[in-house]
């Protein structure tokens, strides 16, 4: 590749475009990104990707208005698609293994009846599972119920077969340890049995507060159609926890190669 000139001064072209010497194609860095055609400066995509990486319960689209000076629609569509770039990519994203936490939670909405949610019965919440491997990585994501079906469903697919699953009493998990080398273990929170030897759900249930305490603090409410956006990003942070700040924003640009998100699939997914 080499950078375009302007034919008269010979200085540097004014859209600082670039030509690829095999395929005298012209682009510029934004080409085959999340910013692709995007109007908004990069010193503000930069600053919101900084921002999104290293703000560990997230960042407020008003925040980032605020912050940059540009219109709410705008800080917006920067955070939309910078979430976008921090979503897995499924078949390069490896399976869960070892010992594997799985628990499920209820985000957002408020109960029917007072007293009745025990399970999310009676309320107008969206069902969340997570599978956390200790010491690694999580998955989560937008359930549709939680019934056995639903979950174990869930956990073949991404915990690999070696592993061993932990979770708390929940009868919708009877049976998975069949189908996985290390069993199924379990505690029993009716019992107030939190821990016993290395079987707890703490882990899993410490990425559900942190979930729960950024949407509550920073984003106040999530509707269920965008909170799998609010999901990815939540992971991102966690699965590179050990990373400084630096290196986390540089792994969230660096995600944002060949994706792009198109104004009709935003508002769809």
């Known amino acids: 590749m080499y950078k375009m000139?302007?034919?008269?001064?010979?200085?540097?072209?004014?859209?600082?475009?670039w030509r690829c010497r095999d395929c005298k194609q012209q682009y510029t860095v934004r080409i085959g990104t999340i910013y692709e055609e995007s109007r908004i400066e990069l010193r503000h995509?930069?600053?919101?990707?900084?921002?999104?990486?290293?703000?560990?319960?997230?960042?407020?689209?008003?925040?980032?208005?605020?912050?940059?000076q540009i219109s709410y629609k705008s800080a917006l569509f920067l955070m939309t698609r910078i979430r976008f770039a921090m979503a897995p990519e499924n078949p390069t994203v490896p399976m869960l293994s070892g010992d594997v936490e799985v628990d499920e939670t209820y985000v957002g909405g408020k109960p029917r009846f007072k007293g009745q949610s025990k399970r999310g019965r009676g309320?107008?919440?969206?069902?969340?599972?997570?599978?956390?491997?200790?010491?690694?990585?999580?998955?989560?994501r937008?359930?549709?119920?939680?019934?056995?079906?639903?979950?174990?469903?869930?956990?073949?697919?991404?915990?690999?077969?070696?592993?061993?699953?932990?979770?708390?009493?929940?009868?919708?998990?009877?049976?998975i340890g069949k189908d996985f080398a290390g069993g199924h273990e379990t505690v029993c929170h009716g019992t107030k049995e939190y821990v016993r030897d290395d079987i707890h759900t703490n882990t899993a249930e410490s990425s559900h507060a942190l979930l729960k305490r950024s949407i509550v603090g920073i984003y106040h409410n999530v509707s269920t159609e965008y909170l799998h956006r609010y999901l990815w990003q939540s992971d991102f942070m966690w699965n590179n926890?050990?990373?400084?700040?630096?290196?986390?924003?540089?792994?969230a640009i660096k995600a944002a190669e060949g994706k792009r998100l198109m104004y009709r699939q935003s508002t769809a997914n």
């Open 45 to 68: 995509w930069c600053y919101t990707f900084w921002r999104a990486a290293t703000s560990k319960k997230g960042v407020a689209a008003l925040e980032i208005k605020r912050n940059c």
């Open 5 to 17: 000139t302007d034919a008269k001064t010979g200085e540097r072209n004014s859209r600082y475009l």
């Open 241 to 251: 926890r050990k990373a400084n700040d630096g290196e986390r924003t540089i792994l």
């Open 142 to 175: 937008v359930v549709a119920d939680v019934t056995g079906n639903t979950l174990k469903a869930a956990i073949k697919q991404i915990v690999d077969p070696s592993a061993r699953i932990i979770s708390d009493e929940y009868q919708a998990y009877n049976g």
């Open 123 to 140: 309320t107008k919440k969206t069902p969340v599972f997570a599978a956390v491997q200790r010491n690694g990585n999580i998955h989560r």
